[in-house]
Every structure is written in structure tokens, then in C-alpha cells.
């Protein structure tokens, strides 16, 4: 299957964007009607307005790290390990699953790690 951009690296520049505190850049990776879920599909945020409103806080406050585990790609799918820490101390592991469709994100779903307790 051929694709208009490579998945890994449209993901791999939202994650970039998430790092480096550009709300803007991150959502733009993301298309316009895109769906953010918890697994298996509990949509949470649908759309840039949403999706700038429900990471605001995560951008305003720049005291923790997210960093990238494991990574696996499948053709539109990029599957991601997620890891956020305040300081040393882990705070949460996620696995996000990225659907890439053109150049930018169409659907992701969050699964946190079963120690979270979710």
C-alpha cells in the first residue's frame, strides 16, 4: 500500500510537537475531524476545538516528560509506547495506537497501562 506521507514520521512529528510544547503543531498533525478514544473506542475528543481544549492543561503545564518506549509500525498504523514521568517519578504508561490517513493522524486510541488501575 502506498501513502501520501510515511505514518511513522507523521506520528514521530506530533510526538516532536507534544515534546516540545507546541499546541498548535501537535494539533495540526491531526486532522480535522479526527478521533481521539480510549481503547477499544470511547471517543473522548473529536475535532482540533476539542482536541486544543482537552490538551490545553497538558501544554500549560511543561513540568513533566513524555518519552517513547516501544514503537511498531504496520502500514497506516503506528503503535506507540508512551511514557510520562514528573522529575524521576513515573506517572503513566500508555500504548497509543495512531491511525494515519494522507498526511496527518485520522483516529487514535489510548490504553493505559492496566497498573493505572483503568
Known amino acids: 500500500m502506498l501513502f501520501d506521507c510515511d505514518p511513522v514520521e507523521v506520528v514521530e512529528r506530533q510526538l516532536q510537537a507534544f515534546q516540545a510544547g507546541d499546541l498548535n503543531a501537535f494539533v495540526a498533525m491531526y486532522a480535522p475531524d479526527a478521533v481521539v478514544s480510549n481503547f477499544p473506542g470511547t ?8 482536541m486544543r481544549a482537552g490538551y490545553a492543561s497538558s501544554f500549560e503545564d511543561r513540568q513533566f516528560t513524555l518519552t517513547l518506549g516501544e514503537r511498531i509500525a ?40 492496566a497498573g493505572e488501575g483503568q
Open 43 to 50: 471517543p473522548v475528543m473529536t475535532g482540533h476545538d476539542e
Open 74 to 113: 504496520n502500514g497506516q498504523f503506528v503503535i506507540d509506547e508512551e511514557v510520562i514521568a514528573v522529575g524521576a517519578a513515573e506517572v503513566m504508561r500508555a500504548v497509543v495506537i495512531y491511525q494515519v490517513e494522507g498526511c496527518t493522524i485520522a483516529r487514535s486510541w489510548i490504553l493505559p497501562d
